[in-house]
């Protein structure tokens, strides 16, 4: 009896091996989702970090020259968010005139653009969870998938066992292939999940560290050009608070 992967191959049945080839495409799938995520998730935090140290000296001194680098860092995440934030404020404190002088007038305009920059958070963090729901499903499903190909494993095995024809009344040696078919399909799902699982997590680690990054930048972000339009002098310089942010999160 030949007990290696091809030798099994070979002895399963036909329910067997269409479970087989569903978890291999399962885990091609899987694998395929992982590596567009990890490509994604890198260039946007290498793009993302490169934004922010771009910025930040703008901030003390120019802030409204920064509306001129949205379209160069259109593929940074975190400048999705801070820029379209940045034009809303400075178009809505032109709009004002005179009455951006009044504090509750700026007010408004403040919770106008973190609605707005909050929108855009949301979008970003859909358009990073592409694929992680089809993730998760592969994970909690697969060692399902391989189940189903034992339990017809195992039904075969007692089949066989019962009919003479089929070498049954050998004891269990003559039904150890069967077994051992069963068995692999529940090795196979089990394998699929748990890589599945591992990488999920590990994007949505990834995930919760953007959206705490993203709205910590916003709100930093906000609070200096609020400053900076109440006080005559220039507002207290925030980039090195930002690129430290930046480098230390895993976000993107």
């Not at 404020?89 to 973190?114: C, P, T, W």
Request: without cysteine; glycine residues 10%; aromatic residues 8%.
């Amino acid at each position: 009896m030949d007990f290696s992967l091809l030798g099994l191959w070979h002895q399963m049945g036909t329910v067997a091996r269409a479970v087989v080839i569903l978890l291999l495409l399962m885990s091609i799938y899987a694998i395929g989702i992982a590596l567009d995520r990890i490509w994604t998730f890198t260039r946007g935090r290498r793009r993302s970090v490169a934004y922010v140290e771009a910025l930040a000296p703008l901030l003390s001194s120019r802030p409204r020259d920064a509306l001129a680098m949205e379209a160069q860092w259109k593929d940074a995440p975190v400048a999705r968010i801070i820029g379209p934030g940045m034009a809303a404020f400075f178009g809505g404190l032109d709009k004002l005139g005179a009455r951006a002088a009044d504090a509750v007038e700026l007010e408004l305009l403040v919770r106008d653009v973190g609605r707005l920059m909050d929108r855009a958070r949301k979008r970003e963090v859909a358009q990073l969870q592409r694929g992680l729901p089809a993730l998760a499903t592969i994970a909690s499903s697969s060692p399902f998938v391989g189940l189903f190909g034992t339990v017809f494993g195992i039904i075969t095995a007692f089949q066989q066992m019962a009919d003479p024809s089929k070498g049954g009344g050998g004891g269990l040696a003559s039904v150890s292939a069967g077994i051992s078919e069963a068995l692999l399909t529940t090795a196979v799902g089990l394998g699929v999940a748990i890589g599945s699982l591992w990488f999920y997590n590990f994007f949505v680690a990834k995930l919760d560290g953007f959206t705490g990054l993203a709205e910590e930048i916003a709100g930093d972000l906000i609070d200096t050009i609020v400053r900076d339009q109440r006080d005559a002098r220039p507002a207290e310089p925030v980039g090195a608070a930002f690129i430290a942010n930046s480098s230390q999160s895993r976000a993107v």
